[in-house]
């Protein structure tokens, strides 16, 4: 029996701190780690004995590429359990909010991180040097969803505006104005984006990914709605831990999730698109027709086209909202705690954020779960690797770890956000 073991010690080109095990045995893949070994950092814990009123600003710092997913999910799940309802104007201020984390996440990806992998090069900085103009574009699309986050949230990393209710403070319509004008540019260039990436070389892949994602009444999915899936769930909050569970893997810090039949799921800009490709903008939804795609994408590699779309949509749908916005007539509608359980969920980003809290009735946090979007993802992105490397095993050892990587980049994954819990056991034996 002849064994071979492939490691790559360090991930690049993803947020956070990982490495990869391949187990070859007999030519054939044996076994895949995804190792995670960024150090927990024990959210959950840290928000127990805390008041309700400080989840959204302490889950903010989960993240700094996507901690507006993290309010959200949060205000949501507190709100639910204090039973109030967040009027239409300030829904839609979140919302603005919201979309430029999706246009400065999403800009970073494609430029920096996964466009690389196509063009042949080790960077994004390498790739400046031949192209400067096209990374400047996407940097300046990047600076436009900070610059929607720092006018909404009051900063671009760990905005402090949010609050249980709404905000702590409006933001004048001069202000929301002033972005109107770069977001008709932004738009414009997120056009330019994918038909820059559709002329990529992808190679044929399908895979079989059960998708899952939220379905809002109208429109695409971002800040709410029931969680369904091409396998046919249809899910309120409440029933998410009923259908899914987290196990910890015992070669990573990162717990994994996976449906209680045991199975692997996708979320994230695929399974968003292939379950809501028609609620796009009218825009978007062309701009992905000419782009080449139809109406669901199982292509991981081609996951880079979903998320450009993805910010055609987000930069149509937030100057709609710039050129509408009018002042609320206040910034929060009083919340009042009471003992209860709430849950939220959000799309962020890389996918679905779940997030679930029992309050006692002076406001007091008694209990968290938090699950975010890379655990959801981490067994669907090792399956990935074991059917990439059987395809190549043939290849040197070095070639075939970049492929691996360029599939683990497929998915954008969060490190830093998955995380969030480590289950330690001591054998004194």
Request: net charge negative.
């Amino acid at each position: 029996m002849k064994t071979r073991t492939i490691k790559v010690e360090r991930l690049t080109r993803v947020e956070g701190e990982g490495a990869l095990t391949l187990r070859l045995r007999d030519g054939a893949v044996a076994g895949v780690e995804c190792r995670i070994y960024e150090p927990p950092r024990f959210f959950e814990a840290l928000l127990r004995g805390r008041h309700f009123t400080e989840a959204p600003d302490i889950t903010a710092r989960v993240c700094g590429i996507c901690p507006v997913a993290y309010q959200m999910s949060a205000v949501q799940a507190m709100e639910a359990a204090c039973g109030v309802a967040v009027p239409v104007p300030l829904q839609d201020l979140r919302r603005l909010l919201y979309y430029g984390e999706w246009i400065e996440s999403h800009a970073l990806h494609i430029y920096l991180l996964h466009a690389p992998d196509f063009l042949g090069y080790e960077s994004g900085i390498a790739l400046a040097r031949d192209h400067p103009d096209v990374v400047t574009r996407g940097l300046e699309l990047k600076k436009l969803g900070n610059a929607i986050m720092t006018a909404v949230g009051g900063r671009e990393i760990h905005p402090i505006n949010v609050r249980v209710g709404g905000f702590y403070r409006l933001p004048t319509r001069a202000a929301i104005a002033g972005l109107a004008e770069r977001l008709r540019w932004a738009r414009e260039a997120a056009l330019e984006t994918l038909r820059w990436a559709a002329g990529f070389p992808f190679p044929e892949v399908e895979r079989d990914y059960e998708l899952v994602a939220l379905r809002p009444a109208l429109g695409y999915p971002i800040d709410g709605g029931r969680l369904v899936s091409s396998w046919g769930l249809d899910l309120a909050a409440r029933e998410y831990e009923a259908h899914f569970v987290e196990e910890q893997a015992p070669y990573s810090h990162a717990l994994q999730s996976h449906r209680r039949d045991g199975s692997p799921y996708l979320v994230g800009p695929l399974a968003r698109y292939g379950l809501n490709s028609e609620r796009l903008t009218p825009l978007a939804r062309q701009a992905a027709a000419d782009a080449g795609l139809g109406p669901v994408c199982r292509n991981p590699y081609r996951s880079i086209l979903v998320r450009a779309v993805e910010i055609v949509h987000a930069c149509d749908e937030a100057l709609r909202l710039a050129e509408d916005y009018r002042e609320p007539d206040a910034p929060a509608v009083p919340v009042e705690p009471r003992a209860g359980v709430g849950h939220g969920w959000t799309e962020a980003p890389r996918g679905l954020l779940y997030h679930r809290y029992e309050i006692d009735g002076d406001g007091t946090i008694l209990a968290a779960n938090i699950v975010p979007p890379t655990a959801q993802n981490q067994r669907t992105i090792e399956e990935d690797l074991r059917v990439v490397a059987g395809e190549h095993l043939a290849l040197p050892e070095p070639e075939l770890a970049l492929r691996c990587e360029a599939a683990i980049r497929n998915h954008d994954p969060c490190i830093s956000c998955a995380t969030h819990f480590l289950r330690l056991e001591v054998d004194r034996g």
